[in-house]
């Protein structure tokens, strides 16, 4: 494989598929590797970063048995453990976030489903936020049915994460108390809604480079706009708390991979950033285009203010682009509409 030939065929159109020599990309030059991804992401992305920040608003005791995950109930972690968060929590980290400029802000809870009271308080809390707020408007809760979905995008909802985690054939080793198939039928209702998902993985799970590539050929399949990217960072108690931690080169190598075979989503830098040098300043010409920021636990030690200012530094565009909202008379009508 000549990467940055290959570079050049798919700014010309080329789409990889499941029948290329994919397995190439885990030997080929490395440099030159990154260096096409970067050409493929300033011709399809340019250079703007979209910057995602997320409120963990509901934490612990879920029911399902991920094995990277200090939130399930089936293993014993320091996680915290708390109901949905009051409107105002959520409501003012919203707009403090804002303040300082990001494109979205992302609502995320634990466990398989959110429904009933809490449920309704999301609803609620994305209602206020859509008045009272300019940035796009992101949601994770698990397996949601149609209806609230179309209620989350009539009320101001404009993309829903629902992450594959991994590779078809490598998810039975990760999860069991839910399916592969249950994943993508989810993502393709939320798509067939009208609301953007994004969707992506870990690696570092013992995961093959086979799977990594499988994984990125299903999220293109998917059609998926924005892919984001996690290290795993093992977290005692949990099943892959001995697992080893992967190096830059490797990482790299996959985020590099990742926007051959999906060249025009958003590839977004997530967990375990400080694995990378610089929380991943190298990954951004490597062909990452988008990152999730803020202080939280998936980019401990980084900030709004710290990636906006080494982002700018590299000539990036950081500049809040607001705008896919709908109007809060709109989606009123819409509500009442599903409602």
Known sequence: ME???????????????????????????????????????????????????????????CSEDCKYCAQSGHYHTSCDHYAFLDEDTIINMAKSNESEGVDRFAMVTSGKALSGEEFEKAIHAVKRMRKECKLDLCCSFGFVTREQAERLKAAGITGYHDNIETSREFFPHICTTHTFDEKIAEIKMIQDVGIDVCSGGIIGMGETFADRISMALTLHELHVCSIPINVLMPIPGTPLEHQEKLKDDEILRTMAMFRYICPDANIRLAGGRMLLKNYGEEAFTSGASATITGNMLTTSSSTIESDKAMLTAMGRDVTPDWGTNPSPSAADNAEKAVS
């Open 3 to 61: 990467p940055l030939t290959l570079a050049e065929e798919i700014i010309n159109g080329r789409e990889l598929t499941k029948d290329d020599d994919l397995m190439a990309f885990e030997t080929c030059d490395l440099d030159e590797l990154k260096q096409g991804a970067d050409r493929i992401r300033e011709h399809f992305c340019g250079d703007k970063v979209d910057l995602c920040t997320i409120i963990n608003a509901r934490s612990g005791r």
